[in-house]
């Protein structure tokens, strides 16, 4: 059984396509990164795998079970997912409320917006202060959530979707915002998942390539709602292939397990 599996997929919205044609397989233990310029079709590609939308054609399958014949309300307890807005949490009732970083973890147990307390016994208190030092946040656990940096908030986030201990983790975007710094303290946090968490899948989407962690084993390009490669890392991120994603001639090079691309000189 595949983590994920799209076959045929395709999604429309008022006549425009927004994927054509996908397929798509993530197994166990995989870490993919998705890249392509705005528009190409990351996100909703991300949303069918994470149940928040359903195909208008094709078939796809997620921890075994077909959307449009499965309660997603109960696949969604087992898929972790940061979306690119982080809107997740209802922010401003958190900041109204001062709510701490801890309190923003403790709600991924129960999925919901804002905190259900008579959910949270001593065993979650604990798994989300022991998830918070996993992502290097130990000591932002009673810091107020509203005034936690963008970066740390990314990291935040990132523990409340692991709260429920996912299978599967899906990160759209989760370094939209950060500077160099917090991009990378959040990239070793996520390099480090893959360490401590073997069997947790991850699906990462975001538009740069030095964003793309060591740890990724396998990667997708998109372009105009379709897939133009996918696989193995090391043979998706060339030159020659993300020079056609992005339509100008690039030079990609891979230091330490982490990759790069300039624009190509004659």
Same mark, same amino acid.
């Given at each position: 059984?595949?983590?994920?599996?799209?076959?045929?997929?395709?999604?429309?919205?008022?006549?425009?396509?927004?994927?054509?044609g996908v397929d798509w397989q993530v197994d166990y233990g995989d870490h993919w990164a998705i890249l392509g310029p705005n528009g190409a079709g990351k996100?909703?590609?991300l949303s069918l795998a994470g149940a928040v939308r359903h195909p208008s054609e094709g078939t796809v399958r997620v921890l075994g079970h077909q959307l449009g014949r499965v309660d997603v309300r109960e696949l969604r307890r087992h898929i972790g997912l940061? *979306?690119?807005?982080?809107? =997740?949490?209802?922010? @401003?009732?958190? !900041?109204?409320?001062?709510?701490? $970083?801890?309190?923003?973890?403790?709600?991924?147990?129960?999925?919901?917006s804002a905190p259900l307390w008579d959910r949270?016994?001593?065993?979650?208190?604990?798994?989300?202060?022991?998830?918070l030092a996993d992502l290097g946040c130990k000591d932002l656990?009673?810091?107020?959530?509203?005034?936690?940096?963008?970066?740390?908030?990314?990291?935040?986030?990132?523990?409340?979707?692991?709260? *429920?201990?996912?299978?599967? =983790?899906?990160?759209? @975007?989760?370094? !939209?915002?950060?500077?160099?710094? $917090?991009r990378e303290d959040l990239i070793t946090a996520i390099e480090d998942l893959a360490t401590t968490r073997p069997v947790l899948t991850t699906a990462t989407v975001t538009h740069h390539l030095e964003e793309v962690p060591s740890t990724t084993t396998h990667a997708m390009l998109m372009g105009e709602?379709?897939?133009?490669?996918?696989?193995?890392?090391?043979?998706?991120?060339?030159?020659?292939?993300?020079?056609?994603?992005?339509?100008?001639?690039l030079q990609v090079d891979r230091i330490e397990g982490r990759w790069y691309a300039r624009a190509a000189r004659p």
């Open positions: 059984m595949h983590v994920v599996e799209l076959e045929g997929v395709g999604v429309r919205v008022v006549g425009k396509s927004l994927l054509d996100t909703t590609l940061v *979306a690119s807005n982080g809107r =997740l949490i209802d922010e @401003e009732l958190m !900041a109204e409320e001062g709510a701490t $970083a801890h309190t923003v973890v403790l709600t991924g147990h129960t999925g919901t949270y016994g001593d065993a979650e208190r604990d798994r989300a202060h022991r998830l656990a009673e810091r107020k959530f509203s005034v936690c940096s963008q970066g740390e908030q990314a990291r935040i986030r990132v523990a409340r979707a692991l709260m *429920a201990d996912p299978a599967v =983790l899906l990160l759209d @975007e989760p370094f !939209a915002g950060l500077d160099l710094p $917090a709602a379709r897939v133009l490669a996918a696989g193995p890392v090391a043979e998706v991120f060339t030159s020659a292939h993300l020079s056609e994603c992005f339509g100008r001639p």
